[in-house]
Every structure is written in C-alpha cells, then in structure tokens.
C-alpha cells in the first residue's frame, strides 16, 4: 500500500550549509510519527519542505503514491497537508469561525452558517467554543484548537504539530494529546515534533531521530526507552544530561521572601534560599511562578510583603532596585526580554553593569569592555565568532549564555532562571546545566522556574510548587515523582480527566 | 574550566555585500549623486557663495534633526520641533529687549527644555504614545509663541546687536550658525557613539524591554531625549531670529517633517535602535541641496513641494533597496 506521505532522499542547503543530506521520511495514515532532534538537526527544514515552502535540491515528496511537486504552501495545502505552527498563524482580530473558513470566505457572508459549521468542527474535538469570539480573546490551547479546526476545514489529511504544547500548561498539553488521539482514529497522519520526550513517549507509535541533516534512525515506540533516544540523539545518556556534578553545600541564607503578592494573583509567597542552593518552582504554566520571581527582581511592583537580603531587609520596586541588590532575572523569553538581538554582545554582557566600564564624562572604556567580555566569554564558554557580532547571530544556547554573562558581570548572588532551557536543544542544555551548578558551588542562591519536570528533578536541591500564585508544598529529593509533583500543582485530589499518568 | 571550548577567534571582517555597502554608504552615494547632478545644472551651484549659503539655510533645520534624531533612536517621534521653534524665535526676541541676550538665551532654552519635559514625561511616565503627545505640544507651543507675540513679528532692534551679529557673522568665512550647527552635530555623534548615554538611548528604541530588565531607569532616558529635542528645537528658533532680526510666531511650519526626513534619509530606522549623527548631518544637507537645485533652477515654489517629496521617496527607496537585497 502506498505511504500517506513519502519523503525520500530529501537534500536541501542555504549558502553553503547542507541543512538536509539525503532524508528519508514516511507516514501511515492513522499513525502518530515523531520526530525528533537537536535544534538545527532540520526538522523543522524538512517539514517546510514538506509544506511546500521549500523546494528541495533533490528528492521526492510523495503524497499517496503521487509526486505533486509542490511549488508554493498554497500547493501542499491542496493536497491535505497541513502544518500547526508553535507561534499560531491566525488573524486575533477575527472570530473564531472566520479563522477557520479564512480562505474561503464567500463575498456575502451568512453568519448563521459560518458558525454552526465552526461549530460543529470545534465539537468534534471535543471542546466548546463560541464560534463567534474574538481570537485574541482565547487562551493559547484555545487558539491551538481553532488552528486544527482551520485544518480540518480544509480536509488536512497529514497534520505537523511543530512543539505543540511547548507554550500549554500542562492540562492543555494534555487535552491537545487527547485532540491528536482523535486525529489518529480519524485516520489523519500525524507527524509531532517535540522536546518533550516523555510526551512523545505517550503519544508517538513511531519515531524518526534526525542528527545533522539526516535520519538516524526510524524506530517503533515500543522497541525504545527514553535513554536509547537520547543517546540516538546526542550520543550520550540521561544521566550525562544533567552535566557533572560539582560538590557544594548550603551555606547561610541569600534570599528570604515573606509574604510577597501584588495585590491580585501573587497571595503571599514565603520563601528562603541559602547560598549554594538550586531550589526549584514547579507547577503549572499560569501557577504565577513567572509573575513571583519578577515581583522580586523589581520588574513587576509589589504590594505586599518583605524581601531579605542577606538578612537585610531591601525595598526593591524596580528592576534597578533588583539589579542593586544582587539579584540577575534570567528571563522566561529570552529574545524579546534578555537580549538586543540586533546589538552586539559585548554591549548586552555589559548592559547591566555599565558604571565600572566608564568615566567620570560617561565614556566608555573600550578597551577594558573587551577586557571584561572576553573573560565572561572564557568562563562562560561562549562560542562567538566575534564579540562585536550581533547577539542575533548566536544560537540559542549561545544567546542564552550572553543573557548569563550579562549577571555574571553585574555580579550580583542571586540569580533567577525563569524556563533556561526552552528552545534550546540538547547539547546546550547539557552545558547550561553543569554552569547552573557551578554557579550554586560558587555561592550564589539560584532560583529555577521550569515547566520541564525532568529538568528540575535533575538540577534542584528541593522544588517548591506553586498553585494559583501560591506556594503548595515542597519537595525533596526522595519525593521527585511527577506523580507528587503535579498531585501539588494542580487542584487536588487531581481528577483523571486532567492527570493520565499512563 | 576548559579553554579548548572557548573559541573568540579575531576572525577578519568577510568582506560587504552589496546590502550592506548601500545600508552603510547609501546616504553618502544619495549626496554625491545629488552634488554631480547640481553640478552640471548649474555653474553658480560649487561656487563658494552658495555652498556657505545652503549651509547657512540648513543650519536651524538640521538642529532640529539632531534631536529628531535622539527621540527616533528611542523609537519615538517629536512633532512639536517646529512650533518649539517658532515659540523660542519669539522668546527670545521679546526677552533680549529686556533683559539682555545672555538671560534671554537662556530662558528661551529653558523654555524649550520645559516644553520637552511635559511631552517626555507623559511619554515615559504615563505611556503615552510620543505620535500623539508631541501633536499636542505641536498646538500648544504655536499656541503660546501666538499668544505671546499677539501675533505680530517682534523686531529686536538695538537691543539684539548681539543676537543678529551671531547670525549675520561669520569666523573665516564660515558663518557662525554654521559653525554652531557643526559643533551640535559633533557633540551629538561623539554621545551616540561613545558614551554610555548613547548606548542605552539606542538599546532602548531596539528593545526597550530588555533594557528595562537590565535595571535601567528606563523612562528617565525616554524623557530625556524630549528634552534635548525640545532645547535644540529652542536653539533652532534663535538662530531663526538672529538671521533675521525679527521673531516671529509664524516661523518653522513644517519644519519637524524636514526634521524627520533628514533622519530618514540618513539611514535611521523610524522602529528605533538604529541611526546616527553623521548620517543624519548628511541627511540634512541633502534636503538643503535639493532646495538649493530647485532655486538655482528657477523651479516655481508650488512645484518644488511636490519635487521634494518625489526627491525624499527616491532617496528612501535607495535606502530600503538594502533591505529587500538582503533577502
């Protein structure tokens, strides 16, 4: 029988950089396909290919047995494909149902009928929307939904979900696994990229791992473990992941925060952390994690509570305030909070601690600058072609480390990562982790937000959950179950609609 | 920890391509085709009279554009330059009848400050959008400089020796509002380019959240940029008077559109974080060229608007055709 989609020997460079050297790729209908790699291993340029954006340099795409060879987006489209991508590419100011039917809006509208059958597509996904709200006005998992509606308005018969449920909470996550369940059944062929591997684990039947530009290996599910994928992946286990382990011990308290809130989501959050411990916050995207450690960086004010610095107590209502106290924000979005994309390294490592690099007229030093950078960069193990080179020329782990180096140079002994590791792949993740540690084993009080449990099961000395802006409970090691961790995070007793630990 | 992983190679510069010669130099080729072309219209154009007179005619312009310049670099825009102007002129004419030039300077400077601080501190306080505030400081000032010479041009006399001796002077040749203008202009690149302060007043229009984040007082940078546009507009509506002796209610109309596109064609982005003093300055002389092409060539006063604007299009479209080149 003929594949649903077939992908074979796919080649495709920009510049001279080989994105793709020879891939191959099928789908069965009904079948949920991962596929999976570090950033830069080309599955997001083999799925473009496959959406028609680009045309490959060799190779032949094949959609039930028939080489289409698309020209244009428009193409793949016409023939089922359809591709659900991570930032949603709707019109927010447009209604749910005139999202859906988009392209194919007739010159007179009927309303009435517009929406049932936006309607009735969204019912059978099993969600209740209104057809005629505003699409700015819906969640992120509502959004996702009515992308995968517009798809199948469209009679999408091969659906790419590229990091899906990278920006859901983790209920949502859950729903849109649900959703893709009822894809498969239907018969649609699904192919999910994901980070996520224990996601991928529950939902793929099949697995493609690309490296470098080409497919390592396709594997059944059940023929695999986490550990055989990782090291397809990266060539090394789980447990190298977390980097090595550097001896440290908690010394005296850094941070305490007493009864913190802003008067609204935030209720009072209490907490402490010494010198040369990783404490992590766990709980859902939306727990109000992000929205507490920018209360106590100063970026958001406060209205409630104190905050303590080395026993000191410090009114911190700016990110100045915060900055002067010692403490560093690693933020959540790195390109759009950590960094100028556009300007060069040197100033971003720099743009936190100016006043030791200029003098008394408010020049810069130039020189001891690149003196002060090149030694964040050594420590840091930044990989630059030069310093002067825009920060948007790095990767992301790259990019990342320049957001650190920013801290490491305004020196402060506190320091806030809010998702470190998020669109960051393996490799990178790797190094970053093993500099968190060595961080903590240097003195310094380190504060973890992360959605990835794995990640703070791996890095954190204890986990702290917050629920609904508050704190739930608190973990230590002998309790790292994602089982514990989500009974704390989520309104308990979990119910089984929400929770499927299978 | 491990230097092999380090790599900072001092690589060489690779070598420009075509997007990236125009995006640099496309400004500089704007002026040196617009000279060649002036040039062989007219035999008066490279004579030394009358490059020291568009050099004259662009010296109150180009102040404005200089602080145009800051307040874009943030990502903002100031409407109100022109009408700054016009109140300063007036300011300034009916102060030195009184008090002399020296305090009438400088009130009239202060005057200007005070106007940028109320639109800047709307702007970085309250969050108002710049387009709309500095609209308003647009009527008002108008407004004030209206109500406060009734109307009427307020001719210095006597009194304002010193003033129209400023703006009818020249040291070497060169007169004295041009030698200002070159000194503001070379004030400005030097802050844009080396200090602190100009740094963050770039990073702040390329990404004002990042630099927020960074622990700066972000707002206090946002409202200073008003205010430099709002003492350099001031300073614009002296040398105004000065040339002529006369203040007057009625001066710089429009002026902050040629303020604004002397920045544009000088290559600076309208989205903020990018731009500088030396193209802006060459921006400015653009604009002066063109006026002084159409003068020498006797093109009639109504159509040289709808020439300028076709001229500034032209020049903009250089500018982009580095962007589209890029992709």
């Given at each position: 029988m003929d594949k649903l989609v077939e992908l074979s020997g796919i080649r495709k460079s920009f510049g001279g950089v080989?994105?793709?050297?020879?891939v191959d790729f099928a789908l069965d209908a009904g079948e949920v396909h991962a596929l999976l790699g570090e950033?830069?291993?080309?599955k997001s340029t083999l799925m473009r290919v496959l959406g028609g954006e680009y045309i490959p340099e060799a190779g032949t795409v094949k959609v039930g047995g028939e080489?289409?060879?698309?020209?244009?987006p428009s193409d793949a489209i016409a023939r089922g494909i359809a591709i659900i991508h991570q930032e949603m590419a709707l019109?927010?100011?447009?209604?749910v149902a005139e999202n859906i039917f988009l392209s194919e809006i007739?010159?007179?509208?009927s309303w009435r009928d517009l929406n049932r059958r936006a309607r009735a597509l969204i019912d059978s996904l099993g969600f209740a929307i209104d057809?005629?709200?505003?699409?700015?006005?819906?969640s992120v998992a509502h959004q996702q939904v009515v992308e995968i509606a517009k798809a199948l308005s469209r009679n999408a018969r091969v659906m790419v979900f590229d990091e899906?449920?990278?920006?859901?909470?983790v209920q949502d996550a859950e729903r849109l696994l649900g959703i893709i369940r009822t894809l498969r059944a239907r018969g649609v062929g699904v192919i999910y990229i994901s980070h996520r591997l224990d996601e991928v684990f529950r939902i793929a039947d099949c697995i493609t791992v690309m490296k470098d530009g080409a497919s390592v290996a396709t594997v059944d599910r059940?023929?695999?473990e986490i550990d055989d994928v990782i090291r397809m992946m990266v060539g090394r286990s789980l447990k190298a992941l977390f980097g090595e382990d550097v001896a440290r011990s908690p010394g005296a308290e850094v941070l305490r925060v007493e009864?913190?809130?802003?008067?609204?989501?935030?209720?009072g959050v209490s907490l402490s952390v010494r010198a040369g411990e990783i404490v992590g916050l766990g709980g859902l995207?939306?727990?109000?994690r992000t929205e507490f450690v920018r209360l106590v960086f100063g970026a958001e004010r406060a209205q409630t509570g104190r905050i303590f610095i080395h026993g000191k107590e410090k009114t911190i209502r700016s990110p100045g305030d915060g900055v002067r106290a010692g403490i560093g924000l690693v933020p959540e979005n790195r390109k759009e909070q950590g960094l100028?994309?556009?300007?060069?390294i040197r100033v971003n490592a720099t743009m936190a601690r100016l006043g030791p690099l200029v003098n008394r007229l408010g020049f810069v030093r130039r020189a001891r600058e690149r003196a002060a950078v090149e030694d964040l960069a050594k420590r840091l193990r930044l990989k630059a072609g030069?310093?002067?080179?825009?920060?948007?020329?790095?990767s992301g782990g790259n990019q990342q480390k320049v957001v650190l180096a920013k801290w490491f140079h305004a020196g402060g002994d506190i320091l806030v990562f809010d998702e470190?590791?998020?669109?960051?792949d393996v490799g990178a993740k790797t190094e970053i982790y093993s500099l968190i540690k060595s961080l903590a084993a240097e003195g310094r009080a380190i504060l973890v937000i992360s959605s990835e449990h794995l990640e703070l099961f791996g890095l954190c000395d204890r986990i702290l959950v917050m629920r609904e802006g508050e704190i739930t409970g608190e973990l230590g090691p002998e309790d790292y179950t994602e089982e514990k961790l989500l009974r704390l995070a989520?309104?308990?007793?979990?119910?089984p609609e929400t929770v499927d630990m299978n | 920890m491990g230097t092999a992983m380090t790599e900072i190679a001092q690589t060489a510069r690779p070598s420009l391509n075509v997007s990236q010669i125009l995006q640099r130099y496309g400004t500089i080729a704007i002026l040196v085709a617009l000279v060649i072309v002036a040039a062989s219209m007219s035999?008066?154009?490279?004579t030394e009279r009358n490059v020291i007179n568009v050099l004259r005619q662009i010296s109150g312009t180009s102040l404005m554009a200089v602080g145009m310049l800051f307040v874009i670099l943030t990502r903002g825009i100031d409407l109100s330059v022109g009408s700054v102007a016009a109140l300063g002129s007036v300011l300034s004419a009916i102060l030195i009848q009184k008090y002399g030039a020296g305090a009438s300077i400088a009130v009239t400077l202060l005057g200007g400050a005070a106007c940028g601080l109320v639109s800047g501190g709307l702007i970085a306080?309250?969050?108002?959008p710049p387009f709309v505030t500095t609209l308003a400081m647009m009527t008002v000032a108008r407004g004030l400089a209206l109500i406060v010479s009734a109307g009427q041009p307020i001719v210095m006399g006597d009194s304002g020796a010193a003033v129209t001796a400023f703006g009818a002077g020249s040291f070497a040749g060169v007169p004295y509002p041009v030698i200002l203008m070159t000194v503001v202009f070379l004030i400005a690149g030097t802050v844009l380019m080396f200090t602190r302060y100009g740094r963050l007043v770039k990073a702040i229009g390329s990404n004002v959240e990042a630099v927020r984040l960074s622990g700066i007082p972000v707002a206090w940078y946002t409202m200073s940029v008003y205010v430099i546009s709002g003492v350099l507009a001031a300073a614009a509506g002296i040398v105004s008077a000065s040339r002529t002796g006369v203040g007057s209610a009625?001066?710089?109309?429009?002026a902050e559109l040629d303020a604004i596109a002397a920045v544009v064609i000088g290559g600076a982005s309208l989205m903020g974080g990018r731009g500088g003093a030396f193209n802006t300055f060459i921006g400015v002389i653009v604009l002066g060229i063109i006026a002084n092409m159409m003068n020498l060539a006797r093109v009639p006063g109504y159509h040289q608007q709808v020439f300028m604007g076709v001229i500034i299009i032209g020049a903009m479209l250089l500018q982009y055709a580095s962007n589209w080149l890029r992709r």
């Amino acid at each position: 029988m003929d594949k649903l989609v077939e992908l074979s020997g796919i080649r495709k460079s920009f510049g001279g950089v080989h994105a793709l050297q020879g891939v191959d790729f099928a789908l069965d209908a009904g079948e949920v396909h991962a596929l999976l790699g570090e950033n830069g291993a080309g599955k997001s340029t083999l799925m473009r290919v496959l959406g028609g954006e680009y045309i490959p340099e060799a190779g032949t795409v094949k959609v039930g047995g028939e080489e289409p060879h698309f020209r244009a987006p428009s193409d793949a489209i016409a023939r089922g494909i359809a591709i659900i991508h991570q930032e949603m590419a709707l019109a927010t100011d447009l209604t749910v149902a005139e999202n859906i039917f988009l392209s194919e809006i007739p010159s007179v509208i009927s309303w009435r009928d517009l929406n049932r059958r936006a309607r009735a597509l969204i019912d059978s996904l099993g969600f209740a929307i209104d057809p005629a709200a505003t699409v700015a006005d819906l969640s992120v998992a509502h959004q996702q939904v009515v992308e995968i509606a517009k798809a199948l308005s469209r009679n999408a018969r091969v659906m790419v979900f590229d990091e899906p449920t990278a920006v859901l909470s983790v209920q949502d996550a859950e729903r849109l696994l649900g959703i893709i369940r009822t894809l498969r059944a239907r018969g649609v062929g699904v192919i999910y990229i994901s980070h996520r591997l224990d996601e991928v684990f529950r939902i793929a039947d099949c697995i493609t791992v690309m490296k470098d530009g080409a497919s390592v290996a396709t594997v059944d599910r059940s023929e695999v473990e986490i550990d055989d994928v990782i090291r397809m992946m990266v060539g090394r286990s789980l447990k190298a992941l977390f980097g090595e382990d550097v001896a440290r011990s908690p010394g005296a308290e850094v941070l305490r925060v007493e009864d913190l809130g802003d008067g609204g989501r935030i209720r009072g959050v209490s907490l402490s952390v010494r010198a040369g411990e990783i404490v992590g916050l766990g709980g859902l995207v939306g727990a109000g994690r992000t929205e507490f450690v920018r209360l106590v960086f100063g970026a958001e004010r406060a209205q409630t509570g104190r905050i303590f610095i080395h026993g000191k107590e410090k009114t911190i209502r700016s990110p100045g305030d915060g900055v002067r106290a010692g403490i560093g924000l690693v933020p959540e979005n790195r390109k759009e909070q950590g960094l100028i994309l556009d300007f060069p390294i040197r100033v971003n490592a720099t743009m936190a601690r100016l006043g030791p690099l200029v003098n008394r007229l408010g020049f810069v030093r130039r020189a001891r600058e690149r003196a002060a950078v090149e030694d964040l960069a050594k420590r840091l193990r930044l990989k630059a072609g030069s310093l002067n080179d825009p920060a948007s020329s790095l990767s992301g782990g790259n990019q990342q480390k320049v957001v650190l180096a920013k801290w490491f140079h305004a020196g402060g002994d506190i320091l806030v990562f809010d998702e470190p590791t998020r669109g960051v792949d393996v490799g990178a993740k790797t190094e970053i982790y093993s500099l968190i540690k060595s961080l903590a084993a240097e003195g310094r009080a380190i504060l973890v937000i992360s959605s990835e449990h794995l990640e703070l099961f791996g890095l954190c000395d204890r986990i702290l959950v917050m629920r609904e802006g508050e704190i739930t409970g608190e973990l230590g090691p002998e309790d790292y179950t994602e089982e514990k961790l989500l009974r704390l995070a989520m309104v308990s007793p979990a119910t089984p609609e929400t929770v499927d630990m299978n | 920890m491990g230097t092999a992983m380090t790599e900072i190679a001092q690589t060489a510069r690779p070598s420009l391509n075509v997007s990236q010669i125009l995006q640099r130099y496309g400004t500089i080729a704007i002026l040196v085709a617009l000279v060649i072309v002036a040039a062989s219209m007219s035999d008066v154009f490279l004579t030394e009279r009358n490059v020291i007179n568009v050099l004259r005619q662009i010296s109150g312009t180009s102040l404005m554009a200089v602080g145009m310049l800051f307040v874009i670099l943030t990502r903002g825009i100031d409407l109100s330059v022109g009408s700054v102007a016009a109140l300063g002129s007036v300011l300034s004419a009916i102060l030195i009848q009184k008090y002399g030039a020296g305090a009438s300077i400088a009130v009239t400077l202060l005057g200007g400050a005070a106007c940028g601080l109320v639109s800047g501190g709307l702007i970085a306080f309250l969050k108002l959008p710049p387009f709309v505030t500095t609209l308003a400081m647009m009527t008002v000032a108008r407004g004030l400089a209206l109500i406060v010479s009734a109307g009427q041009p307020i001719v210095m006399g006597d009194s304002g020796a010193a003033v129209t001796a400023f703006g009818a002077g020249s040291f070497a040749g060169v007169p004295y509002p041009v030698i200002l203008m070159t000194v503001v202009f070379l004030i400005a690149g030097t802050v844009l380019m080396f200090t602190r302060y100009g740094r963050l007043v770039k990073a702040i229009g390329s990404n004002v959240e990042a630099v927020r984040l960074s622990g700066i007082p972000v707002a206090w940078y946002t409202m200073s940029v008003y205010v430099i546009s709002g003492v350099l507009a001031a300073a614009a509506g002296i040398v105004s008077a000065s040339r002529t002796g006369v203040g007057s209610a009625n001066i710089g109309v429009g002026a902050e559109l040629d303020a604004i596109a002397a920045v544009v064609i000088g290559g600076a982005s309208l989205m903020g974080g990018r731009g500088g003093a030396f193209n802006t300055f060459i921006g400015v002389i653009v604009l002066g060229i063109i006026a002084n092409m159409m003068n020498l060539a006797r093109v009639p006063g109504y159509h040289q608007q709808v020439f300028m604007g076709v001229i500034i299009i032209g020049a903009m479209l250089l500018q982009y055709a580095s962007n589209w080149l890029r992709r």
